[in-house]
């Protein structure tokens, strides 16, 4: 899917697992034309710095450096490679931090090969429209739309699912307000959206975040105020 279009795309994939690197490089050639490898954080900067990759694919737990501090060094002078951790650990520090290096997309392991194929997309996508998945809600206010974190202050705030889809809609189409007909189709998908229903996921929404942040327009929709 990716292939055709995106061929002149750069890949680092880093992993200290000989059979597990082997694995992921026969993977990503069927999207993707240039795939460097590398065993560890060290030897993966030096190819960084050679190459200048678009995608970097990295382990978490790797000797010499891990992941996290690999990232950081790179994060210190660029902030448009695109960043995809992969660890075993669903870790809440590591979630934080993730949020913290911006522009980095999180899958645990065992990783899906759709979840897998996701993220290279998003990334892919991320490069075209020059954006992130890290989006600004407010100082210390940040929601990850791909690994669907909502972070204040240092503290990742649990969402209900509906209230995940409904806070992702609004950012997908912060410029203008979002319909009810179009609330309706994505957070209650198949079933029907009732006008209390919404109010009530709206309040409870606003319990979580600053309430200025979502605008109401009578009789239209909703909108993020960002």
């Not at 993977?27 to 030096?46: G, K, M, P, R």
């Not at 992130?132 to 240092?154: A, G, M, P, R, W």
């Amino acid at each position: 899917m990716l292939k055709n279009s995106y061929k002149n795309i750069k890949i680092l994939y880093v992993e200290d697992d000989e059979i597990a690197r082997e694995n992921g490089v026969e993977y990503l050639q069927n999207f993707f034309e240039t795939i460097y490898e590398a065993s560890d954080a060290i030897v993966a900067l030096q190819l960084y710095e050679k190459y200048k990759p678009d995608i970097i694919i990295t382990d978490i737990q790797m000797p010499k450096l891990n992941g996290l501090e690999f990232v950081k060094k790179i994060r210190q002078k660029d902030k448009k490679t695109q960043i995809i951790i992969i660890t075993a650990f669903c870790d809440k520090n590591y979630l934080l931090k993730a949020i913290e290096l911006q522009l980095v997309k999180y899958l645990i392991k065992p990783v899906k090969e759709k979840e897998f194929e996701e993220a290279l997309f998003l990334c892919v996508n991320s490069l075209q429209e020059d954006n992130s998945n890290i989006v600004k809600l407010e100082n210390e206010i940040y929601f990850d739309t791909f690994n669907k974190n909502l972070v204040i202050k240092d503290e990742i705030v649990k969402l209900r699912a509906k209230e995940i889809l409904f806070l992702e809609l609004l950012i997908k189409n912060k410029n203008r307000y979002v319909t009810y007909e179009e609330i309706e189709n994505y957070v209650w998908r198949e079933s029907v959206m009732t006008k209390d229903a919404l109010k009530t996921l709206v309040k409870n929404l606003k319990t979580k975040i600053p309430k200025d942040l979502i605008l109401n327009l009578t009789n239209s929709g909703y909108k993020i105020n960002v």
